[in-house]
């Protein structure tokens, strides 16, 4: 007899996440992942001002901030055929890779690195081989003995005051976790580190956007103009300050970021054949150095990789109502086409239904419909999405650059390829696209530095801003690579409004409950296998479903 | 003979109806309603002036408001004034007038409205003061002066620290918020543009159809009755 | 629990601050909130007496912007609140634990600190259809707020969510999104609006709850006034252009280059409040309008449906697309002007056919 176990809330992820899974023999047989909170967003939508729409998607996510954004004023340039000046091109790609690398570092330290790392043991390190072990594998400044003293310091008066505050209950002790204490410690101190770093990077938004979280995005370009001569705009001092905080990300990332990843990802490596699940990859791609519609321009490129086979990759287009589909045959909503159909996000319905068990409940009836996310498949497939997909996609495609960092990882590690399908691949690609991105960063400056120098300092384009110039009728779909994985808006816009308006989340396809067919998606699929020590403590499953960095609120909005 | 004397012998009969504060106040009314409509629909609706002029050197837009404030301090006063008058002046002043408690007010607004929209002929006498449907229709300006009373001191109550606009700073979260406030004082003053167009047009149609001297009395106070019509209404 | 819990000034001390280090503290927090410096002895008395206060922040229709904004905190840094200020013991976002020991933690800390913990909430509570539309461990949201409330010593909304409803409770509301206050009765609450509410604002109205052990003063919203007194445009580096009636036209046009008013774009500062024009974001790097973009009005109730946000006015239901107040009024303004026209013209025929038909005599009135 297997064991029902559920874990909700499942914590360190944005939303609200539940799992029950069924454990026989020290291994999860069966899983099923739940989005327990629903907005109604798409709903929310219709009849708005398509140039609106960007303001209350990019609100779908705070985590990820911007990328729904960016996602739907794409999507609405698409439908009214607005192409934006390649400088507002590269400040929605500066804006991207901030966005990346500020999610991404907050991810590995502060919501997944606590299932690798043992808080509470770090009191019994030794600051002198803490400091010997940092630097050994980096040169960041940080790492003298007496800081790490000071650090440890901090954390046992903390631990004394009996006040543990997030690291209340946490699984200290737990026999999966493999860290040496000194390792541990150098861990806290970067998580503490991070903290005030991750704060420095999304100033790239609040020059470019006015705030972070939720900075500020227009459709046909950008809002902040270019004038050199005038303290009102993106001036020198603007440019610098951008250029300064790019630096400092880079470092960080390349000093710490990178280092403590391949340090703690050695002493895992079990974990490189735990946690596969599907063997589909998709990635829209995106970054582009020739405009969004030039999609060979992207850094991130697109396609889809099927059954793990890296020799090939396949297309996938937005536009065609047989790739794209979203099914409802376990999610909480009705079609009027009936549960079994699937619809293209142009055609896409969202009408609420409950019908889960009555709350306060104890197991959700899966047999039936279990979630508030739908399930997309392309071509009736199901696919993961996220940074391991992306690295996929371009190592496939045979990119220098991605060669380059996949191969020195894996030489680094010591492991085959096939690892990186797995719990601690998705971990690591993580890791490895943020520092491409931090590369790009630096290209990206530089271009929107020659092209003003050139003398173009276009930001905006008014064409088709006026919505008297629109046609009655127009379609769009607007792609990006968000940090957990592809995302896309379907817009339809008639007689000036919206009138029909999908989005398609990377945590919708990775979370979403089984299709029709009982396929199970990405979370489902990789949880299938999964050692589970203590079935009472579920840390490790708290590590395959961190690897993915959910974002349920994004997911099902 | 005097003027009125004068009128006295002839067919019509004069009654003095507006007195001069009724009369001052519809005239200082008329003045700031116009410019508050002016420079309220500018505030709304601003020119582009693209000049090169520095910000320091100019403040036109500041001045706009400026006199919508003052307009509206005046505005406010005066309709005060003229509430206080509908307890003491005459009968026609009287805010009796305007409230349609009354069956036959009712009745009376049929009347006109079959006179003046519908363009039946009338056989009644015309009322003296403000025909039914008019003094209905002043009822509701009533209620639109102190709509946008409030929300206009309502949103001044964030620019102005003195006492007066603090009095009303509870209002915008009336309304849901002083954007919504805002956008409710603006819709108004279309109210206005239009209360304006037909109140002076149907102002001059009655004294062409009626004969009665209404365009001027509200300048002299005096208005005429038909003799016939008051001798039939005798009968 | 029995055992005392640290004051500030034990636990600064533990963290390597000396007496002098602390009274430093002290003067910054008190420059912060803007008091005089007569206040410095009185401030950091009040923090050496305090304990580390629990919080439990819960999750419920929300986009984690609020807890994203909160992290970004440069004064106090985030990670000091964390490990000297409060016990931060129960966020989803951040606790090391999952599912029963998540639970755990929020259990222990009702009943051993009954009372006198804060609850702070991030995002909406849907109450239609019972509930249903946002549970955690199988319980809906409504319910445990109501039960972590009734401990609570202050309840603290974060973000246009908690406080209006925010982007969930826009037309047509699917699920019913309400705000706390009106759910939770009979405990102080303060409101914190904003999409999300400033870094340093949140951490303001932390810290002023933790130094002067009351509630700052309110707004009749129950906003703090000291952030949410100003509107923007009072506060905005742009204004002297708005009273020069100088405006920028159309994005990025050569107005928008010389950083003119907003106003035209459909900037909400007059009518927003809010703290950004003089606090700004990201530890003042900016703020909306200084990057380009008219405000939006976040931290206004029910922003989400008056009008666009590149417009001045509301589209007017009813009368078609695009037509606003203006256009309404302009058109039956000259409908107006066309019937009185009419209107006159059939009045002078009528009245020209009373004159023939002899019942309307030109009478002599001299
Ligand atoms: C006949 C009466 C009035 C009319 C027709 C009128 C009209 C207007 C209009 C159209 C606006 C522009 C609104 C917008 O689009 O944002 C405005 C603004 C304003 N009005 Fe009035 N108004 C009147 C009376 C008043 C009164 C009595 C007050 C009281 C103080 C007032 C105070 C204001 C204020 C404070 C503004 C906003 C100005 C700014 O923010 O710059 N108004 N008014
Ligand atoms: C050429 C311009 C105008 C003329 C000749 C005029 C004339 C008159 C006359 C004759 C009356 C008395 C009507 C009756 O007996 O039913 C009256 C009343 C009134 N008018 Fe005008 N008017 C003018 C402009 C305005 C304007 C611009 C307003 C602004 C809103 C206004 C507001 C009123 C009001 C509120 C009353 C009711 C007076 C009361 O009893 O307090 N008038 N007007
Ligand atoms: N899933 C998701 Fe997002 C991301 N990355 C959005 O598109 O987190 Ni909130
Ligand atoms: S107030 Fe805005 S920022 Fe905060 S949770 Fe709600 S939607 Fe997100
Ligand atoms: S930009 Fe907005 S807030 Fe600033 S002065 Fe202009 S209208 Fe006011
Ligand atoms: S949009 Fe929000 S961030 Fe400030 S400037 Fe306006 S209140
Ligand atoms: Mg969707």
């Known amino acids: 007899m297997s064991q029902r176990i559920v874990v909700d809330p499942i914590t360190r992820i944005e939303g609200h996440l539940r799992v029950e899974i069924e454990v026989k023999d020290g291994k999860i047989v069966d899983a099923y992942s739940s989005g327990t909170m629903v907005r109604g967003m798409e709903l929310i939508l219709k009849g708005r001002d398509p140039r609106d729409a960007w303001a209350f998607t990019e609100r779908v996510c705070g985590v990820c901030t911007t990328v729904h954004a960016l996602a739907s004023v794409r999507s609405v340039e698409n439908a009214l055929g607005i192409v934006v000046p390649p400088n507002a091109d590269l400040v929605r790609n500066l804006m991207f890779c901030s966005q990346m690398m500020q999610d991404h570092v907050v991810h590995f330290y502060h919501l997944h690195a606590l299932d690798w790392v043992d808080v509470v043991s770090c009191l019994s390190a030794d600051p002198a081989q803490t400091s010997a072990l940092a630097q050994s594998i980096s040169n960041w400044p940080k790492s003298s003995v007496g800081y790490f003293k000071d650090v440890q310091k901090r954390i046992k008066k903390f631990v004394d005051s009996g006040q543990l505050g997030i690291f209340a209950n946490g699984y200290w002790g737990h026999k999966a976790y493999k860290l040496p204490a000194e390792a541990n410690l150098m861990a806290v101190a970067h998580y503490l580190e991070a903290l005030e770093w991750q704060k420095e990077i999304v100033k790239v938004h609040t020059i470019f956007g006015g705030k972070n979280p939720h900075p500020n995005y227009l459709v046909g370009g950008v809002p902040l103009s270019v004038n050199l001569n005038e303290s009102n705009a993106l001036n020198a001092e603007r440019l610098a300050y951008v250029k300064q905080l790019l630096d400092d990300a880079k470092t960080f990332i390349d000093q710490v970021y990178i280092p403590d990843l391949m340090a703690i990802a050695s002493f895992y490596k079990d974990w490189g054949a735990i946690g596969g699940g599907l063997e589909n990859y998709l990635s829209y791609g995106d970054l582009p150095t020739n405009g969004y519609n030039d999609v060979s321009s992207f850094k991130f490129p697109r396609g889809i990789i099927m059954g793990r086979d890296i020799s090939k990759i396949h297309e996938v287009d937005g536009t065609d109502p047989d790739q794209i589909k979203e099914f409802i045959a376990h999610s909480y909503y009705d079609y009027d086409s009936g549960d079994k159909s699937g619809k293209h996000p142009w055609d896409g319905q969202t009408k609420l239904n409950y019908s889960g068990p009555k709350p306060p409940y104890d197991q959700l009836n899966v047999d039936g419909k279990y979630s508030w996310l739908k399930t997309p498949r392309w071509k009736g497939h199901a696919m993961e999405v996220g940074p391991l997909s992306r690295m996929l996609v371009g190592y496939a495609s045979g990119r220098e650059d991605y060669k380059e960092v996949v191969e020195s990882a894996l030489s680094q590690l010591n492991v085959p390829v096939g690892a990186l399908f797995s719990t601690l691949g998705r971990t690591a690609a993580r890791g490895l696209e943020t520092k491409l991105v931090a590369n790009w960063a630096q290209e990206f400056f530089d271009s929107l530095i020659s092209n003003i120098k050139n003398g ?24 990006t690579e968000a940090p957990r994985g592809a995302l896309a808006h379907w817009s339809v816009i008639k007689d000036k409004k919206l009138d029909n308006y999908q989005l398609v989340v990377p945590s919708t396809w990775n979370a979403s409950p089984r299709d029709e067919r009982g396929q199970r998606s990405a979370y489902e699929a990789s949880l299938i296998g999964t050692p589970v020590a203590d079935p009472e403590s579920p840390l490790e499953l708290l590590r395959t479903i961190h690897s993915f960095d959910p974002c349920i609120a994004c997911a099902v909005h | 003979m005097n003027r009125y004397a004068r009128i006295e012998k002839s067919l019509m009969h004069p009654k003095y109806v507006w007195e001069l504060p009724v009369r001052f106040y519809h005239w200082i009314n008329a003045l700031v309603v116009v410019i508050l409509g002016v420079t309220g629909y500018i505030i709304g609706n601003p020119p582009g002036i693209t000049t090169a002029t520095e910000a320091s050197f100019g403040y036109w837009f500041g001045t706009v408001r400026f006199i919508h404030f003052v307009a509206a301090y005046v505005f406010f006063f005066n309709f005060v004034f003229r509430l206080y008058w509908g307890f003491v002046g005459n009968k026609f002043a009287k805010w009796k007038n305007f409230i349609p408690y009354t069956k036959a007010h009712w009745v009376d607004m049929w009347e006109v409205i079959k006179v003046d929209i519908f363009q039946v002929k009338c056989d009644k006498n015309p009322n003296l003061g403000h025909n039914a449907l008019a003094s209905f229709t002043y009822f509701l300006t009533f209620i639109v002066f102190i709509l946008q009373t409030v929300t206009g001191f309502g949103i001044y109550a964030a620019m102005s620290p003195s006492w007066f606009p603090q009095l009303f700073a509870w209002i915008p979260s009336v309304f849901g918020g002083d954007i919504a406030t805002r956008q409710l ?51 | 629990m029995g055992k005392r819990r640290k004051t500030y000034l034990e636990a600064a001390m533990d963290k390597g601050y000396s007496r002098r280090d602390f009274m430093k503290l002290g003067a910054m927090m008190t420059a912060f909130m803007g008091l005089e410096s007569s206040m410095v002895a009185k401030v950091t008395k009040a923090m050496e007496k305090a304990p580390r206060i629990p919080i439990i922040w819960l999750h419920g229709q929300e986009c984690t912007c609020c807890s994203e904004s909160f992290i970004r905190s440069s004064h106090p840094l985030v990670a000091d609140i964390l490990l000297d200020l409060v016990s931060l013991d129960y966020t989803e976002t951040l606790m090391a634990p999952s599912g029963y020991q998540a639970e755990k933690s929020l259990h222990d800390t009702m009943k051993n600190y009954h009372g006198n913990y804060l609850l702070t909430v991030e995002g909406s509570i849907p109450t239609k259809e019972q509930g249903v539309y946002c549970c955690i461990g199988g319980k809906t949201f409504e319910n445990i707020v109501q039960e972590a409330a009734d401990g609570a010593k202050a309840v603290i909304a974060w973000g246009s969510c908690a406080s209006n409803g925010c982007v969930q409770s826009a037309n047509p509301n699917p699920t019913g999104a309400t705000p706390i206050h009106e759910i939770i009765k009979g405990k102080p609450i303060i409101n914190v609006p904003g999409c999300p509410p400033i870094a340093e604002v949140m951490a303001g109205v932390v810290v002023h709850l933790l130094t002067f052990d009351r509630i700052p003063e309110l707004d009749r919203l129950r ?72 405000c939006i009005g976040c931290s206004e109730e029910n922003f989400w449906d008056n009008g666009g946000f590149y417009k001045r006015l509301p589209n007017f239901p009813g009368f078609g697309i695009e037509s606003n107040a203006d256009k309404v009024g302009l058109g039956l303004g000259i409908a107006t002007g066309v019937g009185v026209a009419a209107h006159a013209v059939v009045t002078n025929i009528r009245k020209r056919k009373l004159i023939a038909d002899g019942e309307c005599e030109q009478k002599d009135v001299e």
């Open chain 1, 456 to 479: 173009d300092s276009r930001m905006h384009s008014e064409y088709m801003w006026d919505p008297k110039d629109w046609p009655a009728e127009a379609k769009g779909v607007g792609m």
């Open chain 2, 185 to 235: 004082h603006h819709i108004l003053m279309w109210f206005f543009a239009l209360f304006a167009i037909v109140h002076v047009y149907l102002v001059f149609y009655h004294d062409y159809i009626e004969k009665n001297g209404v365009t001027s009395s509200m300048i002299g106070g005096w208005k005429f009755q038909d003799k016939d019509k008051v001798e039939r209404e005798k009968d």
């Open chain 3, 223 to 294: 906003r703090p006034k000291a952030f949410y007194s100003r509107r923007v445009h009072d506060t905005c580096y742009r204004r002297p252009n708005f009273d020069a009636g100088l405006f920028v036209e159309s994005f990025d046009d050569e107005n928008a280059k010389k950083g003119y008013c907003l106003y035209k774009m459909g900037c909400k500062g007059p009518v927003t409040y809010n703290a950004c024009g003089v606090i700004k974001w990201n530890n003042g790097v900016s703020f909306p309008i200084q990057s380009g973009h008219p």
